[in-house]
């Protein structure tokens, strides 16, 4: 009288089995094009962000505007790209989940892009990703800018750096690539500081 129910029992456990395959992997595949899409939207605001850095440099050069820094400019701008590839190409080998992790890379990529919003409205056409000088360089003194020194690189590329790393489970050029990252922002930081007090003296 048990072996029916020892049957029955089995298949109940195969079906049960079978559907948690199914959804694990209906999960995966909702959490690949999650990460692809969020890839797309996330270079798409890059080249957004630097399409207006184009035009401000444009109008800035024409101005008289002296650049500072041209070859490390060049080396950030190399190494940001690079950064995002290496990445993405971690992103594909590693197994991803939704942790805690993966929560607090959303959340330092949010703050990082709405800063750099925030940052290239206060800034307005002064705004670029390059190190430009202008005659008539206006000194901003908006509260963002007592409270923290640069805030586009310590608000807005670093918490977007971290936050792409994290999301796309990127932990290696999450370590090495900031470690690297690091080099060219300090000395952009050091020609900032040098160029700003040089041209204001309250600075």
Known sequence: MLAPVAVSTGAFMERELATVSVLSKFRKFEMVIFLALFCVISVFFRLGSLLVSRRHEAALRESGAVEIGRTNSVVLALAHVLYYVSSMIEAAFRPHDVDRSFWLGIFLYFVGMMTLV??????????????????????????????FRHPNYFL?????????????????????????YAIPLTIRIRQEEIAMRARFKDY
Do not use: S
């Open 156 to 180: 807005n590329i670093l918490p977007e750096l971290a936050g792409i790393a994290l999301i796309l489970n990127a932990h290696t050029t999450l370590v090495a690539g900031l470690a690297l």
């Open 118 to 147: 925030f940052v290239i409205h206060l800034l307005g056409r002064l705004w670029t990703v390059k190190l430009l000088i202008v005659r008539d360089h206006v000194l901003v003194t908006h509260q963002l800018f007592r409270w």
